[in-house]
């Protein structure tokens, strides 16, 4: 025998279910008085925050090329020098006017998610080169039984997305437009394809 | 949180096998919302390491409260009052501090407050079905609601939910988020239905099953259900050979 090692184990994820709205975003289902507003809604920037504003939109689709109308799809990201808002960041302290994490319904009849925020910076991977800019996605919803993480990169960033140390090991070079944002003006477009041909890259971080 | 250092370091790997895998037919909208290439492999970057930290500022007094948070002055809904409590913890059985979790569930009938909802059980006027919380500093939550019911759902010809609430939780990381389902100790429906048996592992099932807390019920007014959610741990301590930005 030896020591027990004494880890617990994780808890299992289920779905989210088609109502992930009353407890995520109620006023966006129709329940009001409880919250005054829905955590994360609303633009992510104010007027004194650094940083290039944008506009992120897009669909989450199904297998069958239809889009989901039941998703809730949260963004985690760097401000626009690279910080990111959080106990865990040593580097340095991120913009105090961007807090940097947002949630999004699906439009109820399209299905489009939408976020106004700013590009981020670039933040340095675990051995110093720095990764190009992204922004972290999570998805879940009714028949997504674990989250999917993935993220987006920018068109306007060819340089630094070749550079990138995430992208570099997809080993798969044609699918790594799946996580290219199309920027056009101040708006990404970025859509996520669940299943199929053009299935997007998620990742187990 | 004011008594937790920040940690800075890379989360355990999820280990897949207590999780349910994307593709379980028997659940049917899993069939076309499945990713079916392998996931890649990306261990954290400060990019997932890192995560949104909501303060205690954003609760409100009844945020934790269904059976008050919604009704009518001087009403409440109907149905089995109880508490749930328990504790957020880590992987390494150390109490998450300042974690959001948020829940969510139907009303004792079954029926959820939704606009897609199409359930014959009628609406209660005094239940929401919503809630939030954060965790102290040693990583415990409570909250005070109704019972639910369970509720029929077009999956297959025949199938019910079990009683069930809805949990979505924060730690500190992005890589720690999580939404599950706590069950309730001797509900029959849990091992028949099919959005449970998307979890292969038995024992992980039953760590979803909240036991009756007959210690924490408040005699003459309400029972109780003890739930702790473990998150995914991180090391403890930074072994890095080269300091990440330098």
Redesign the interface.
């Known amino acids: 025998m030896v020591q027990p090692l ?19 975003t ?1 006023n966006f ?3 009001h ?4 507003a829905d ?1 994360g809604s609303g633009s992510m920037v104010n007027d004194q925050t650094r940083g290039e504003r944008i506009t992120i939109r897009g669909r989450v689709f ?3 090329g ?1 889009p ?1 109308k ?1 998703a809730l799809v ?1 963004i ?1 990201q ?1 401000d626009a020098d690279g910080f ?8 340095g302290k991120a913009d105090t006017n961007f ?3 947002a949630r999004c319904p699906g439009d ?1 009849d399209t299905g489009e998610f939408v976020f106004e925020t700013v590009k981020p910076g670039r ?6 080169r720095l ?1 190009a800019p ?1 922004v ?1 996605f ?1 998805i ?10 993935t ?1 987006m990169y920018f068109s306007d960033e060819e340089q630094a997305n070749a550079e990138d140390p ?1 992208l570099a ?2 080993e798969h070079k044609m699918r790594i437009p799946t996580l290219i944002g199309k920027r056009e003006g101040d708006t990404v477009t970025f859509d996520i394809y ?3 041909e053009n ?7 | 949180m004011k008594n937790a250092p920040p940690e800075t370091t890379p989360f355990f790997a999820r280990d897949r096998d207590v999780h349910p895998p994307a593709y379980t037919p028997w659940y049917k909208t899993s069939v076309l919302r499945s990713p079916q290439r392998a996931l890649i492999s990306l261990e954290g970057t400060k990019s997932e390491i890192t995560g949104p930290v909501f303060g205690h500022g954003i609760i409100n007094e009844f945020d934790n409260d269904l059976i008050v948070n919604y009704a009518k002055p001087g009403e409440g809904p109907i149905g089995q009052r109880i508490l749930v409590h328990g504790r957020v913890l880590d992987e390494r059985g150390i109490g998450v501090a300042g974690a959001l979790v948020e829940f969510w569930q139907a009303n004792a009938g079954g029926r959820y407050r939704h606009k897609k909802e199409t359930y014959l059980a009628p609406l209660d006027p005094n239940f929401g079905g919503v809630g939030r919380t954060i965790t102290d500093e040693n990583g415990f939550y409570w909250f005070k609601t109704i019972k639910p019911g369970p509720y029929p759902w077009p999956n297959g010809v025949n199938d019910w939910r079990p009683a069930h609430i809805h949990f979505s939780v924060f730690g500190h990381g992005f890589a720690q988020r999580l939404i599950t389902q706590m069950y309730f100790e001797g509900d029959p429906l849990i091992w028949i239905c099919p959005i449970v048996k998307t979890i292969p592992d038995k024992d992980a099932i039953e760590r979803l099953i909240a036991p009756l807390d007959m210690n924490a019920t408040i005699p003459h007014d309400m029972g109780a259900y003890k739930f702790d959610i473990i998150l995914r741990g991180r090391r403890s301590t930074l072994f890095e050979n080269r300091m990440e930005g330098n």
């Open positions: 004494g880890y617990l184990k994780e808890t299992a994820s289920q779905t989210a279910g088609p109502y992930v709205h009353i407890g995520c109620p289902t129709g329940i008085g409880v919250f005054d955590l199904d297998g069958a239809t989901l039941d949260e985690w760097a990111y808002n959080s106990p865990s960041e040593t580097r807090f940097g994490w109820m933040a340095p991977f675990r051995d110093g990764m992204h972290n999570w879940v919803a009714r028949g997504i039984n674990i989250g999917l993480n993220r995430i090991r997809v669940l299943q199929g299935e997007t890259i998620f990742f187990d971080i």
